[in-house]
């Protein structure tokens, strides 16, 4: 590369062609102060139509100019000077300028020690002001629990602007006002909580003063240390930094380092983790006595547990056996827990919480297809020219992939399409909305499949490459146009426009999520879609395909094995050369496929399931049909369950272990696009608990059977051996940036049709046993599920946040416009919802965003789940429930209070 020779400081050094002259110079280690310079955003310095701090500026010495380091190129032959005796006092002048319409409030100021305008006036040896103070009045009105703004202290850096804009895409704030009554505002300056605000918390860690602060903080000071890790929430795997006073986590910042999420996280990830230090923690184990859980030691917990294991296996076998993993525990814990059920148990009858979303986008292809999870990262994603998503709402399911696609699309000038029978927030940013009858994304996808081969915009090599092709393109046959547009009712002509678009943009990206997979036919569907990718994966274009995971290391407990039919790897049971492998380390692996965990549940009901452990699932709460699933939980001779808190679950044990929160162990988490992120101990866990991986290496021992890790490191070193996907990564220290790895040989090509050696991938028959779901007289309406953008999941941690809690804690129904007027319902009315199977409560919400009879209703909090109005159907090859949607009747049993 051709490379640019300059002069910097007097030393002679060499720039690379559209560099600045910052990058440059951080580059050799010269500091360069600034203020509203930030890495993850668009410089402004010397832009004309914005204000800037202009606290970096430089000497070229050649011309004379000062010019600002952040937007200023290196251009051939310049001389550069950073700290000339002239550039030192034009900094001076400009902070002086800045303190005097600044309040004289450091002592009191929350942000303390992090204010970067108290930093920069302390490096250039200023202390009060020498021009007149002209003080900038502002009265601090925002209600929300999460974000305090007190804009006499802005600095107009535009940081929360460009953040809001440039990062989020949210476009929240915009400076309003001109000249010296300029300030960061909301549209016509409302509230935060009244505008399109989600309190994802960039603004404010972003700002530079205390002018945009939290509002209820759990500390009002600087914490004295910083340990990075990963959010527990959603998939998406954002690197955090806890910051930690006195032994308690007081603040989450984003991880700033990270090129994925960029410096920004959602509500949750800002505000979400205090849940650590709720008083709800069980801090010891409990033993029930009599029906009343007591206190007992540890000792005395794991002599019950093994006594009571080893009497159920002697007694019925170990297939009557059951462990249930967790979605939400570490890479290492799974691994672990995994071998124990098949080494100590006995048996394969394993399963990890993934199962109830996303456990078909993981698994419902084999290796011939080319994918076990997402094809390529997040990064990939936003310089894909075509988007593609279907049945997903990303801005509040996994709001990192929300904001990738959102700046794909503003920023990258990417095709959006959206399918969804509910108008999300990514439809204002979508080339083409289809809004398909519930229940037909099948017919859609394959309809889309038929368009792409008769019009031959696939491939023309395509059928000698892969296997299949010809059976595939006949079994489109009967996807007619009356067909499609009858079962689908969306406009054949819509479907081939976004055929086209699809197959003819470029390099395209499959969004996908629960809205896929938890239908019937979510198999089938996914196996659809690797159909679509297969068509347009061309060695020129390529498609990468990506399954929104719904809890945090949803595809690291799949890819740890915890699931009943694979070893790890995805290394399948029944093969007997996978076991050989696994038992050289572990001795004998039962060789016949287990339970899923619905069928360990229909097993308890059943009897012949007698004991079951469960490790951080709360499946009496988030499973369809409450009821029957806690029926069968309590009808076990039985039940450990090993979890933060006193659950729905937990209540039905005979003992409870207490469990160690993300922020009190070591280990490693996978986001669903194969990145591998540590988490780092920051704080003590409470009380007597202790992290998951020593409970159940302690509890193997007590039955007889040791697992020997010397460390956590041990247990990695192992799946770097015996995990394919996992071999090569570092394990080093998680502050080196080369230890955020990817998993290898995940990392590949985007999905495309290639020859290998073994095998061609190959195109999958799906079977359209697929129909609208319907509504009856008795229930008119029909209900859709989804996620909740201020609590997670069943709502077991954040519901013990106290900010999101007093946020958004009650359940709440959304309701068109049409069927509110109708039915004489207004915002804040309560709601009973029933379905043929249960009912359940909620705060009335208006929408138009909803088409007529139909409502919907996020999976929110534990006390009232939506799980409720569900039965258990599963989908007939990979076991997971329908619940995304149910005909109901909606009655209106209150007014607002």
């Known amino acids: ?8 400081n007097g030393r002679e050094v060499t720039a690379e062609p559209g560099m600045t002259i910052l ?12 203020i509203c310079h930030e890495p993850h955003l668009a410089p402004m310095g010397g832009c004309p139509s914005i204000s800037s701090c202009r606290i970096c500026i430089v000497e070229e010495e050649r011309s004379g100019n000062l010019v600002t380091s952040c937007g200023a190129f290196v251009t051939p032959g310049m001389v550069i000077n950073t700290d000339s005796q002239r550039v030192l006092e034009r900094r001076r002048t400009i902070i002086e300028l800045m303190l005097a319409s600044h309040p004289d409030s450091c002592m009191v100021c929350l942000k303390g020690n992090r204010c970067l305008l108290r930093k920069v006036a302390s490096e250039l040896g200023i202390g009060l002001s020498r021009f007149q103070r002209i003080p900038v009045m502002s009265t601090i009105i925002d209600a929300n629990p999460f974000i305090r703004r007190n804009l006499s202290k802005c600095i107009l850096c535009a940081k929360c602007i460009r953040a809001c804009q440039e990062l989020v895409i949210e476009g929240a ?8 009554a300029a300030r960061p505002a909301t549209a016509g300056d409302s509230p935060l909580e009244e505008s399109e605000c989600t309190f994802c918390g960039t603004c404010v860690a972003m700002c530079p003063t205390g002018a945009l602060i939290e509002s209820e ?70 033993l029930k006595v009599e029906g009343r859980f007591e206190a007992v030691s540890w000792e005395e917990a794991f002599n019950v547990i093994a006594e009571r294991l080893n009497q159920i296996k002697g007694q019925y076998g170990s297939n009557s056996l059951a462990v249930f993993g967790s979605s939400k525990c570490t890479n290492e814990e799974n691994y672990v827990l995994q071998r124990f059920a098949r080494c100590v148990l006995g048996t394969n009858n394993i399963d990890n919480g993934s199962r109830l979303t996303g456990t078909p986008g993981l698994m419902s292809s ?19 020219d075509v988007i593609f998503v279907i049945g997903a709402d990303p801005t509040v399911a996994a709001p990192l992939a929300g904001y990738t696609i959102k700046r794909a699309v503003r920023c990258m000038d990417a095709k959006l399409i959206v399918v969804d029978p509910r108008e999300t927030r990514l439809v204002m940013f979508a080339e083409i909305w289809l809004r398909p009858r519930v229940g037909t994304d099948l017919i859609l996808i394959n309809a889309m499949a038929k368009v792409i081969i008769d019009e031959g915009l696939h491939d023309a090599e395509i059928s000698e490459e892969t296997i299949g092709f010809k059976e595939f393109t006949n079994s489109l046959g009967a996807y007619t146009t009356a067909y499609v547009e009858k079962a689908t009712g969306v406009p054949y002509a819509d479907i081939v426009k976004t055929a086209r678009q699809y197959a003819t943009g470029g390099k395209a990206a499959i969004v996908y999520g629960n809205g896929i997979t938890q239908y019937a036919y979510g198999t089938d569907a996914v196996k659809a879609l690797a159909n679509l990718a297969l068509l347009n994966g061309s060695r020129s274009k390529g498609t990468c395909i990506y399954p929104l995971q719904k809890e945090n290391n949803a595809q690291g407990a799949c890819d740890m094995g915890a699931l009943p039919d694979y070893l790890p790897g995805y290394q399948r049971v029944a093969d007997l050369r996978s076991r050989r492998t696994f038992e050289d380390y572990w001795g004998t692996v039962p060789a016949a496929a287990g339970l899923t965990a619905f069928e360990m549940i229909k097993g308890a009901k059943a009897g012949s399931i007698k004991g079951m452990y469960i490790v951080g699932e709360n499946p009496a709460a988030s499973f369809p049909n409450g009821r029957f699933v806690s029926e069968a939980l309590g009808s ?47 704080v003590q866990p409470p009380g ?5 991986l020593d409970v159940i290496i302690k ?34 220290s998680p502050e080196e940036p080369q230890d955020q790895a990817r998993a290898i040989d995940r990392l590949k090509p985007p999905l495309v049709y290639r020859k290998r050696p073994d095998r061609m991938p190959s195109f999958y028959l799906t079977n359209d046993n697929t129909a609208p779901v319907l509504t009856t007289k008795e229930y008119p309406f029909l209900l859709l599920t989804g996620s909740n953008l201020y609590h997670f999941a069943g709502g077991t941690r954040t519901s013990r946040a106290p900010r999101l809690r007093k946020y958004s804690f009650n359940a709440f129904v959304e309701i068109g416009e049409a069927d509110a007027e109708r039915l004489l319902i207004t915002r804040g009315d309560r709601l009973k919802i029933t379905s043929a199977t249960g009912e359940v409560v909620a705060t009335a919400r208006i929408t138009d965003t909803l088409p007529e009879g139909m409502v919907y209703m996020p999976f929110a909090l534990a006390a009232n789940p939506v799980s409720q109005l569900f039965n258990i159907v599963l989908d007939p090859e990979r076991m997971t429930p329908l619940t995304k949607c149910v005909s109901v009747k909606v009655e209106r049993i209150g007014a607002h209070e």
């Open 1 to 8: 590369m051709h490379t640019l020779n300059v002069t910097l």
């Open 23 to 34: 990058e440059l110079a951080r580059r050799e280690g010269i500091y360069i102060p600034t």
């Open 173 to 180: 704030v915009d400076y309003f006002h001109r000249g010296f």
């Open 217 to 286: 903080p759990l500390y009002r000071g600087t914490a004295g240390t910083s340990v990075q890790s990963v959010c527990p929430f959603c998939g998406c795997g954002c690197t955090i930094r806890l910051k930690v006073k006195e032994g308690r986590v007081v603040r989450v910042i984003p991880n700033n380092e990270d090129p994925v999420t960029r410096g920004a996280l959602c509500v949750k990830g800002s505000y979400g983790f205090d849940f650590i230090q709720s008083r709800d923690r069980i801090t010891s184990p409990q």
């Open 366 to 384: 084999d290796p011939a297809s080319g994918f076990f999870g997402a094809t390529n990262s997040l990064t990939a994603l936003e310089k894909a």
């Open 636 to 682: 076990l001779d039985f039940l450990v369950v090993q979890d933060l808190f006193m659950t729905r679950t937990a209540k039905l044990a005979h003992v409870v272990l207490p469990a160690a929160a993300f922020a009190e162990k070591e280990g490693t988490f996978t986001s669903f696009d194969g990145r591998v992120s540590w988490l780092t101990k920051a």
């Open 688 to 692: 007597q608990v202790y992290p998951d």
């Open 699 to 732: 509890l193997a021992a007590k039955m007889g059977h040791a697992i020997a890790y010397a460390s956590q490191r041990g247990v990695r070193e192992e799946i770097g051996k015996l995990v394919p996907l996992y071999k090569g990564i570092g394990y080093g």
